[in-house]
DNA sequence: GCATATAGTTTGAGTAGTCAAACTATCAGA
DNA sequence: TCTGATAGTTTGACTACTCAAACTATATGC
């Protein structure tokens, strides 16, 4: 098995190539998810290269061997299941979960994580509403559009939360933003770089440009009668 | 926090302690039980003692401070509750989740322990009838008597398997012997170093002298009419 | 009381991961 | 085409942990 250090490169290169037009990751980009500098990324993204994990040639970008893909699935999933079970089982707040899913997502063995599915009821997706990679590597990406890209007036459901930090659950959901909730787009102010939403059960709430491409949603079907 | 080898080594010198008349553990068995040379061991304890989790002296034996029991007794709160919720929750069987436990222990926070606590209902022993030890550092460990020490014709409860190997547990619970089971020593037969034991709904079985050492039982009070 | 087995210690070297700082490639703009 | 700015790389050193092997104390048997 990989060390908790080289899962934490996968993972960071897998997420960040997910978010690249380009398909790779930069060096700089994964030292500052990883938490290194990046001459220390650069040592470790060799080491991944030597171990057919990654692909990469100096001063160019980096990225997973289909290796590397699978064992970053492998880390995703243990580590969607843990916040599941965090929320679901002992009640914890999303807002906290990812941090603690991060730790214990190197210490559990498959035959805990099987049971922990079991146990849930083999979930879809995580509390943020990421889809959960199955035991065979693959996933199932829900079809959704950024919040930032709707037009004022859509009627939409908040079907995932990408951004995982404390502080952004947090306001989502004091605003009565969470998975499953109807809202909509009120207007949108691309000269203050706003949009403003109004949940069902909320009162209105504007959000940045940046945050709303962070927040994914389904656009409802027009209501006839 | 302690890294996950410091807490691995107090760990051993704690229940190694208790099991010696004298208190504190020779550098070969935390050795053996850390699973490292004796060398690597006196350079650890070293390291213990000049963070004044352990006493120490040269060539003598190694014992742990009161800061150290108390780092001890939390790490063993944290294996005995993974492991009760891995046999309650996931149900998992007695025999694996001793060492399932041993890699969860490192990566749980306070947090995730407390709520995992609350969802079991606060136990106050695991699955192998080893106390759980409460947050403030304190145990209570009910009175209890070895097998080996019970006479013929002797009825009692099994309240503690000490021997946590996998193949140990699974000979008991073959046997019908588990947490609870009510019991009746059949007969001791200090010549073959061997005790006969019979299980209310099993059949007879034999343990040696040193299994049934670690077998905890408390006798029954006589029954009347 | 001395030899020796046993337990414990020390030393030197290696691995994994890290940083700071010196260095180098690449690209955009003048 | 030169010049920076930026991004990436390399080097040397450090920490934490480990082992093998040489060495030393202690206890025991004779």
């Known amino acids: 098995m990989a060390t908790e250090t080289v899962e934490n490169y996968l993972k960071a290169i897998y ?120 035991a065979d590597g693959t996933v199932a990406e829900p079809a959704s559009v950024p919040l930032a890209a709707c037009a004022p007036g859509s009627a939409c459901r908040l079907v995932r939360a990408m951004d995982q930090r404390e502080d952004a659950l947090n306001f989502l959901r004091r605003h009565g933003l969470e998975i499953g909730s109807e809202l909509t787009v009120e207007s949108v102010e691309p000269g203050a770089g706003t949009i403003s939403v109004k949940s069902a059960k909320g009162s209105g709430v504007s959000l940045s440009e940046a945050a709303a491409r962070r927040v994914l949603v389904q656009v409802q079907p027009k209501r006839h009668g």
Chains 1, 2 share one sequence.
């Open 15 to 134: 997420t960040l190539s997910g978010e690249s037009p380009a398909g790779e990751a930069a060096m700089s980009r994964i030292a500052a998810v990883v938490g290194v500098t990046t001459g220390t990324a650069t040592s470790m993204v060799k080491k991944l290269a030597a171990a057919k994990l990654a692909r990469y040639e100096r001063f160019g970008g980096v990225r997973l061997t289909s290796k590397g893909s699978r064992a970053a699935l492998d880390i995703l999933r243990r580590h969607r299941l843990i916040e599941t079970f965090l929320v679901h089982t002992l009640n914890l707040d999303w807002s906290v979960v990812h941090d603690e899913a991060e730790r214990l997502e190197h210490a559990i063995s498959p035959r805990v994580l099987e049971a922990l599915d079991r146990h849930l009821g083999h979930p879809a997706s995580d509390p943020h509403g990421d889809p959960i990679p199955h």
